[in-house]
């Protein structure tokens, strides 16, 4: 269906956000034409965050609750919620609340038209702290060289997507860095992607868990994808 849109919510600790996030999404779409689904990703909270989830899917029939009994990861997150999605678009944000789904106002009919498979937002005056903006510049820039990515902001957490493109688009990051790689292989592939940008707003429940300690994980991981993209890169020519 041409009107129908799945949204995936990925929530770990999220108490403190999740209810809200959620009744957001469903005041936005109740008064619009889509037809729509929520797809709640608890993924191994140790806080209430499933039980609310879960009351809220039996108020509501819109809304789904998929449980991860440990926690597996933000890009094993956003799979399964991929996986699971029924409708012919998804789109993806944080149960933290940090953006206002009226940004969907713009995005919705630039991803209707099918001139591009791709949307994803970059945070207008980010209400984020000094130490997480610095890290994602450098991570913009480095993942930006690496990939010839000529985006904003590569992790925003705001995006929608044609579901079909992920019928060549195969997700292997468990973690974060699983924005970095559908950018990469949709590049591969050459998937058109429009930017556009969505304000933001700073967290007021919850913490985020970005760190200086990521530096390492982070260089592995991006070495891994470089090797993918390579590997494609060499079955094409071989199967051509």
């Given amino acids: 269906m041409i009107n129908s849109i799945s949204i995936i ?15 957001d999404i469903q005041s936005y779409f109740d008064s619009r034409e889509e037809k729509y689904e929520i797809i ?16 809220l899917a039996k108020e509501n029939g819109s809304v789904r609750v998929i449980h991860h009994p ?55 005056k980010r209400k984020d702290p000094f130490i997480r903006r610095f890290l994602s510049w450098g991570y913009n820039s480095l993942v930006g060289y690496l990939f010839d990515l000529n985006v904003k902001d590569i992790d925003c957490a705001f995006k929608i997507f044609r579901k079909d493109i992920f019928s060549k ?22 998937f058109n992607v429009l930017e556009v940008g969505v304000p933001h707003f700073p967290r007021t429940a919850g913490k985020t868990t970005v760190s200086f300690k990521h530096i390492p994980m982070t260089l592995i991981e991006l070495y891994r994808i470089n090797k993918e993209i390579k590997k494609l890169k060499i079955n094409e020519s071989t199967a051509g």
């Fill in 70 to 124: 440990v926690n597996k990861g933000y890009g094993s997150a956003l799979k399964e919620g991929f996986e699971s999605s029924k409708y012919k678009y998804v789109f993806f944000t944080d149960s933290d609340r940090q953006f206002d789904v009226k940004g969907l106002d713009i995005l919705l009919p630039l991803i209707k038209t099918d001139a591009v498979e791709i949307i994803i937002g970059y945070r207008l």
């Fill in 169 to 190: 688009i195969k997700i292997e990051s468990k973690n974060f860095f699983v924005n970095t790689e559908i950018l990469a292989k949709a590049r591969h592939f050459g």
């Fill in 40 to 55: 709640v990703i608890n993924d191994g909270s140790t806080d209430s965050t499933g039980d609310i989830a879960e009351r």
């Fill in 9 to 23: 919510l990925p929530a770990l600790n999220e108490e403190g956000n999740i209810e809200a996030a959620v009744k």
